[in-house]
């Protein structure tokens, strides 16, 4: 007997996952050195758009 495999998810959806984690990693930095925090959100708002756009078009699944 197979042990269980994990769900398949929508490369979309990962790519969004990547995007957003990665987002409040840069986030929680420019805090951390003191960039304002309206500006702060604003960049990572922008780096979760650019996240996800370089995640779902050059990121690749381990089985593909």
């Not at 197979?2 to 769900?7: C, E, N, S």
């Not at 995007?19 to 960039?35: C, D, I, Q, R």
């Not at 758009?49 to 089985?63: A, Q, T, Y």
């Amino acid at each position: 007997m197979h042990p269980p495999r994990l769900p398949s998810f929508d490369p979309g959806v990962t790519a969004f996952v990547w995007a957003v984690v990665l987002a409040f990693y840069a986030w929680v930095f420019m805090l951390a050195v003191g960039v304002h925090g309206g500006t702060a959100l604003v960049v990572a708002f922008v780096c979760l758009f650019v996240f996800f756009l370089f995640v779902r078009l050059f990121g690749r699944s381990v089985h593909e």
